[in-house]
């Protein structure tokens, strides 16, 4: 509860980092990643869940953050695409089949799809590209048409079973 009235106290860790703050009830997790805490990195597209742009790692699923609120956010782990990369800049297998693959053009739909196979793979990494088109059916890309993505995906998923 917040010492503010009408605030509500949130206090969760992004990116393995513990932020805290006072927000508005009504302020989207999206929003408050993006204005709170400056990880712009998280896409706003539809705000009804559909296009899949602001898809996060949420307590090791992958939600819509356009649909949930910072306040029920309390006490989560959230994974935004800056948090992928490790510290010493070093790519995840994702990211790096992406850039590999030449599998975004716009990038605005990227981030979204990133959090979206990291999650599915950690879960399914021996995905075959019916999984994988299944797994990334909830985001929307209007530039590529999906191949490049999916072949990087897959790359992906070789790499971090060890195969490649």
Do not use: W
């Amino acid at each position: 509860m917040s010492d503010r009235p009408g605030l509500e106290h949130v206090q969760v860790t992004v990116n393995g980092k513990l932020f805290e703050r006072d927000v508005e009830p009504r302020l989207h997790l999206g929003d408050f990643l993006r204005h709170e805490l400056k990880l712009t990195g998280t896409h706003i597209g539809c705000e009804h869940g559909v296009c899949g742009a602001c898809t996060v790692i949420f307590n090791d699923a992958p939600v819509r953050s356009c649909l949930m609120f910072a306040g029920q956010a309390n006490g989560a782990r959230i994974t935004t695409v800056e948090g992928l990369a490790r510290a010493d800049g070093q790519l995840h297998p994702v990211q790096e089949a992406f850039r590999n693959r030449h599998a975004l053009q716009c990038g605005f739909c990227t981030p979204g799809m990133l959090m979206t196979i990291v999650a599915f793979l950690s879960e399914s990494p021996t995905a075959d590209e019916v999984d994988i088109r299944d797994a990334i059916s909830g985001n929307i890309c209007r530039c590529t048409g999906y191949e490049t993505i999916v072949d990087a995906a897959l790359d992906a998923g070789r790499v971090l079973r060890g195969e490649a």
